[in-house]
């Protein structure tokens, strides 16, 4: 039964990589209208793109790295059987 499950994890991993691999904005990048309108643009306009890109990338970076944190140290706060009474217990 754990391993169905593993495979059937498996699966829907190969599955989700094979989407997001074969859509059309993966391969947007390589768009050759982007390309030369960046490569006609001056200096000025190169290092807006790159800051501009910086800007998109870090804050959101930043904000999944606080949630992972604030997950991972939060991950154990409900799961401590030691404090809860048991069922013959008299409170």
């Not at 391993?3 to 997001?20: H, S, T, V």
């Not at 309108?37 to 793109?49: K, P």
Request: proline content about 7%; glycine content about 6%.
């Amino acid at each position: 039964m754990k391993r169905e499950k593993l495979l059937r994890l498996a699966g829907i991993a190969m599955a989700g990589l094979i989407m997001i691999g074969l859509s059309p904005p993966a391969f947007s990048q390589n768009c050759a209208l982007c390309y030369t309108q960046a490569a006609s643009a001056g200096a000025r306009m190169i290092e807006a793109l790159r800051s501009g890109i910086l800007v998109l990338i870090i804050p959101p970076t930043l904000m999944w790295l606080v949630i992972a944190a604030i997950a991972y140290s939060k991950r154990n706060q409900f799961k401590h059987a030691e404090n809860v009474p048991g069922p013959d217990s008299d409170w």
